[in-house]
């Protein structure tokens, strides 16, 4: 392990996330990471440097919000190996001694227009009822990528783009990272940081007390966890990991993703709240009033509508954070647009630039076939910048007092993770650069050393990777008795204390 300082790509990257956040920069001394980060898997991108660096900063904040409350100094040590195997966790857990299902719709996925490639995502069944009514397709279990590849031959890439935003659907056109920096949005995220913490209202400063009661660096805060995929559950996932008592709530009227759900929510209590209704409406304002941290991931504006946007939720409840992920950002032309991470790497560059450099590598260059990251990277990588703006924020109540807002955005951590350069392709897909082990029963042998058993209240099993941040004096919790509730509605929807 080394220091931060040792790795060139990550003292800009975490140094000015760190100092322009406001927290001390001596703290990050005590943050310790691999030497040779980028061997840690086969991508011409440095992803084992983005995922040290993201799940550093989440640990080293809780560190410090720690040492806030407590005086307590600790180390924080994170392997880019584990790292990256943790940036695709949803591909490593077992349910009672079984692998789950995938995660994709049957017909997602890139395709083929008359003048490119477009990228369809249809894994709520709503947006793939959407996508085939463009193509004039039936909605049944039986159609197949082949009739849909045939429909998109009809269509120029950008135009199918257009058209499924207009739906507010979710597809969008393949495009080099070149054309994507020529584009109004592209120029409207010029220079836009991949976590943004902003002052929305006035409230004391966090009282705390210099004793160690605190077994762990967020005991005692309560979450409000309302996102759903990876982003955010991850964010919330990392919370709950430092001692955060995070409520998932869903809506019993949309759809589930079971096998992202059951592992994003491990650490977390589960409850459903149907929000038409205006008794369970009262009720999470009710719980929002005492909140620390409501943490939303759901489309722009939706959840303010109802009345828990950062200005409602700082007036309902002084000093709290209110945590906000997005696809595309806050402003520009496509800020309304939903989003997910496999179309923002589409749309923003990274799926032909990662293609360019393996072609070069096998020297098949044409034509040449888009790739994408070797795992759901920008997702991952906002969850973890998500949980450090977070914590980053709670220490600024304890410093400075006041109600604050964070904002991530998926396109905006793309940004920041080609901001880190890249590797040869010789050093991203040569002999040096690992991929990743087989997902297999039994459990490959290094998943398997790096796993723990959870359990659920019913008794049901799961095992799932550890957390890949290492604290010296407070240990994450996880695996054991630690919760693993497996079902979105597992818990009444109250505060543990």
């Known amino acids: 392990m080394a220091s931060v300082g040792a790795i060139p790509e990550v003292i800009n990257a975490a140094r000015n996330l ?53 005086g307590i100094d600790q180390e924080v040590n994170v392997d880019a190996r584990h790292a990256v195997l943790e940036f695709h966790s949803e591909a490593w857990h077992t349910v009672d001694g079984e692998l789950p299902g995938g995660i994709w719709d049957t017909i997602a996925g890139l395709y083929q227009t008359r003048d490119g490639y477009v990228r369809i995502h249809t894994n709520f069944p709503h ?7 463009i193509l004039n397709l039936p909605n049944v279990p039986e159609i197949t990528r082949d009739s849909v590849q045939s429909a998109l031959n009809t269509w120029n890439a950008v135009e199918f783009e257009t058209e499924a935003a207009a739906r507010v659907m979710c597809a969008t056109a393949m495009r080099s990272f ?20 902003v002052k929305i209202g006035d409230a004391p400063k966090r009282e705390v007390s210099s004793d160690s009661r605190f077994a762990r660096p967020l005991d005692g805060i309560r979450v409000l966890d309302l996102s759903r995929v990876l982003a955010g559950p991850v964010a919330g996932r990392t919370l709950a990991a430092h001692g955060a008592d995070v409520l998932l709530v869903t809506s019993p009227h949309l759809p589930s993703l079971p096998t992202l759900d059951v592992d994003t929510s491990r650490g977390k209590r589960t409850t459903q709240l149907d929000l038409i209704s205006p008794h369970e409406l009262e009720k999470l304002k009710r719980l929002a009033s005492t909140a620390d941290v409501f943490l939303q991931a759901y489309r722009p504006g939706g959840l303010a509508a109802k009345g828990f946007g950062p200005t409602e939720l700082a007036a309902l409840r002084p000093g709290i ?77 304890v410093t400075e007092g006041g109600s604050w807002e964070v904002q991530v955005s998926l ?16 050093e991203g897909f040569g ?6 082990p087989p997902r297999t029963l039994p459990l490959d042998p290094e998943i ?7 359990r659920s209240e019913g008794g049901r099993e799961m095992t799932a990777l550890r957390h890949a941040a290492i604290l010296s004096r407070t240990p994450v919790r996880e695996g054991g008795s630690s ?13 543990l204390q």
Not at 127 to 133: D, E, N, T
Not at 179 to 196: E, F, I, M, N
Not at 483 to 495: F, G, I, K, S, V
Request: glycine share 8%; charged share 15%.
């Open 127 to 133: 947006h793939r009822a959407g996508i085939l009514s």
């Open 431 to 436: 002999s040096t650069a690992q991929a990743f």
């Open 178 to 197: 070149e054309v994507w920096s020529q584009h109004p949005h592209a120029k409207q995220l010029d220079g836009v940081p991949p976590v943004r913490i």
């Open 448 to 454: 398997a050393a790096l796993s723990l058993l959870w």
């Open 411 to 426: 396109a905006a951590v793309g940004q920041w993770i080609k901001s880190f350069g890249r590797v040869t392709p010789e």
């Open 483 to 495: 919760q693993a509730p497996m079902a979105l509605d597992a818990h009444a929807a109250e505060w």
């Open 321 to 397: 954070v209110s945590a906000n992920l997005t696809a595309w950002g806050w402003q520009g032309p496509w800020k309304d647009r939903r989003g997910f991470d496999s179309l923002v790497q589409t749309a923003t560059g990274f799926n032909v630039a990662e293609a360019a450099a393996y072609a070069e590598f096998t020297g098949d260059q044409h034509p040449l076939k888009p790739r994408p990251l070797p795992m759901q990277a920008l997702d991952h990588a906002a969850g973890y910048l998500l949980a450090f703006g977070i914590n980053a924020a709670l220490c600024k109540t």
């Open 18 to 70: 760190w100092m322009t956040n406001g927290l001390n920069a001596q703290s990050l001394t005590r943050l310790h990471l691999s030497n040779q980060p980028n061997s840690a898997i086969n991508s011409s991108f440095k992803l084992g440097s983005v995922a040290q660096t993201a799940i550093g900063l989440s640990g080293l904040s809780a560190a410090q919000f720690h040492h806030l409350r407590t």
